[in-house]
């Protein structure tokens, strides 16, 4: 075996000398370095440029201002949930009741349901109070809709707005419970919507027209041709719905 | 290398003891201390949202650092930083000079010039050595962070670090 071939290995070896499944060749390998100097010094160096990368890289400290914001909102976020936390052990508890089984699962899919819908509130909120609220500035779409091309697994059309009281800003790719989904941002006399639109396989949206309040948010979601679309918006249920309307029939063409 | 496919805790006691060393991976990453923050915050939100739907038993370092890199990736600056990822893949050539990386280390180990060539690599290569070499993860846990397979984590970190020596000896040629 020449000296090219072992070094092939070498990175592994550096990287995980203990590795279980390469036990075998890397005592081959440190027999070649014994009698090799070339590759024994290839190995050294190796060796030396991961451990400068290592303490070059520890380079930045966060704060513990930062820390304890962080560990304050997670707080703040766990609160909330101290119900759902504990329902493993009261669905247990409420087994032999079949009736209230049934009740306790309608209630987890609600809660499900609740949480996906507060994903996408906080989703919202963070994009209209983001100085880049959308990553695909245009009120074209034309422009807007195949900018998502290759970045999501599924298509969808978008109305025309021209002779509508709404306006479209642009869109961006987000991330709904690990699939990624389309974020599509309107406005309406100074009120931001949002359009989130996922696949429907992401079952955590629901399946069902609805019409909803939470925190003060309109909050419309239905499904069509195998998308489940979401619209929320601090804007009254009437103009959500309009603009649900103009989304559908644009679905339908 | 150490595994960290551990015990089912609670949300806060997994995931806060990696807190600085996610910061630290967001600015390299973003390569800006406030996008960092916004980051690791989002991040934290993210899986903690996210962490009934987390395997008891699975590797959970993965798991939350695959959020981190998502979440990075449909950001603003993420988003610019991956249409530069296909320009460099393989256009990797050593230097014409005799000096090899490693006799540079040897002759002048200096953290800022090696931070300079981390800096200048492509996403994709300057995160596949941070994860092993800085956080020393697995080949394995490293295909799960980046959703790729192993080879694929193998072969990237050899260009990756061809890459980064190329990039070291052309610092020396040109000081």
Redesign the interface.
């Known amino acids: 075996m020449s000296c090219e071939q072992w070094r092939a290995n070498l990175?592994?070896y550096v990287?995980?000398p203990?590795?279980p499944d390469s036990q075998a060749e890397f005592a081959a390998l440190e027999e070649h370095l014994r009698t090799c100097s070339a590759c024994s010094?290839?190995v050294?160096?190796?060796v030396?440029?991961?451990r400068?990368?290592?303490?070059?890289?520890?380079?930045?400290?966060?704060s513990a201002e930062?820390?304890l914001?962080?560990?304050k909102?997670?707080q703040a976020?766990?609160r909330p949930s101290w119900f759902?936390g504990r329902m493993p052990t009261l669905a247990g508890a409420l087994a032999a009741l079949l009736l209230i089984v049934a009740s306790a699962q309608l209630w987890v899919r609600h809660a499900e349901r609740q949480?996906a819908v507060?994903?996408l509130l906080?989703m919202h909120v963070?994009t209209i109070a983001s100085a880049?609220p959308v990553?695909v500035v245009s009120t074209d779409r034309h422009t807007v809709k195949p900018w998502f091309q290759g970045k999501l697994p599924f298509t969808f059309n978008l109305p025309e707005l021209a002779n509508s009281p709404y306006a479209l800003l642009g869109g961006?790719?987000?991330?709904v419970?690990?699939q990624p989904a389309a974020q599509l941002l309107f406005e309406l006399r100074k009120h931001d919507l949002s359009v989130f639109i996922a696949q429907q396989a992401n079952g955590t949206l629901g399946s069902n027209p609805s019409e909803t309040h939470a925190n003060g948010f309109s909050v419309e979601s239905w499904s069509q041709a195998g998308l489940r679309y979401v619209i929320v918006s601090d804007t009254n249920q009437a103009d959500v719905h309009a603009l649900g309307e103009l989304l559908r029939a644009a679905a339908k063409q | 290398m150490a595994e960290h496919s551990g015990d089912f805790g609670s949300f806060e006691d997994l995931a806060m003891p990696y807190f600085a060393r996610f910061y630290n991976f967001a600015c390299w990453l973003t390569r800006d201390t406030t996008a960092a923050e916004d980051l690791v915050q989002e991040t934290y939100m993210k899986a903690l949202r996210g962490f009934s739907s987390f395997q008891q038993g699975t590797n959970f370092r993965a798991w939350i650092y695959r959020i981190l890199r998502n979440t990075f990736l449909t950001s603003q600056t993420g988003l610019k930083a991956m249409t530069s990822i296909d320009a460099d893949v393989d256009a990797v050539a050593e230097p014409a000079t005799q000096s090899t990386p490693e006799s540079i280390l040897l002759a002048r180990v200096e953290i800022e010039t090696i931070q300079q060539a981390l800096e200048s690599l492509p996403l994709h290569y300057r995160e596949v050595i941070l994860l092993c070499d800085l956080e020393e993860m697995s080949y394995q846990e490293i295909g799960q962070a980046l959703s790729i397979p192993i080879g694929t984590v193998m072969s990237r970190l050899s260009r990756a670090r061809k890459a980064m020596r190329t990039r070291l000896a052309a610092k020396e040629v040109g000081a």
């Open positions: 990175d592994a990287d995980d203990q590795a010094a290839e050294l160096g190796r030396q440029l991961k400068a990368t290592r303490a070059a890289a520890a380079r930045y400290t966060p930062f820390r914001r962080v560990e909102n997670i976020k766990r759902a949480q507060a994903e906080d963070a880049n990553d961006k790719l987000v991330y419970h690990d």
